[in-house]
């Protein structure tokens, strides 16, 4: 397919809406403060996780629309946390290391258990599963009513821009539940020369 065939000032927009719309949503819950926080780190490592992901995820979707995108929000608080535990050594996990007992099936229920350390219903896996399901169900709603024909081109690639967004909405949630935060640095005075 051509690039020029795409939309993307459409997928731009609707991403940026979607991450605008997400952000206040977290905000206004308190699961987040104002921006995202977020490293390079764990923007980049989306490119090495997406490519399997999507496959189960495009899979999954019809089935079960809030659990897949709830799921890209679990795989960016993952990443978060292996960026905030020892990034040199988790930064080339892979996407099946995600994976439950079961698969996809229970990722959610692996990473909370296996890589985040929370018991199952604490107060800390609680509070991800409200936050993530309630984005999901916002991105989902979003998502299905921006007029484009299901199983398009568009449809897709408005759907890979959604799971992006789920993802780091996900990483910058458990970062803020970490104490991470983004804050105005003052600015600094360059010395004359």
């Known amino acids: 397919m051509e690039q020029k065939n795409l939309n993307i000032e459409m997928y731009d927009r609707y991403e940026a809406e979607l991450l605008q719309q997400l952000i206040a949503l977290c905000n206004e819950r308190g699961w987040l403060s104002g921006k995202l926080p977020s490293s390079v780190d764990i923007e980049d490592k989306w490119k090495d996780l997406s490519a399997d992901f999507m496959v189960d995820a495009v899979r999954e979707y019809n089935g079960y629309p809030l659990a897949t995108l709830a799921w890209a929000a679990y795989i960016g608080a993952a990443v978060a946390h292996w960026w905030d535990t020892d990034w ?37 896996a609680t509070m991800l599963d409200n936050a993530f399901h309630l984005c999901a169900d916002k991105a989902n709603n979003m998502l299905l009513h921006q007029g484009v024909e299901p199983g398009s081109t568009d449809a897709f690639y408005l759907f890979v821009r959604t799971m992006r967004v789920m993802y780091m909405i996900g990483a910058s949630v458990h970062l803020k539940q970490l104490g991470y935060s983004m804050q105005a640095m003052p600015l600094i005075n360059k010395p004359s020369v």
Request: hydrophobic residues 30%; proline residues 0%.
């Open 88 to 124: 040199e050594q988790n930064r080339v996990r892979s996407y099946k290391s995600l994976l439950g007992f079961k698969g996809f099936d229970d990722m959610d229920e692996h990473i909370v258990q296996n890589v985040l350390q929370y018991k199952l219903g604490d107060d800390n």
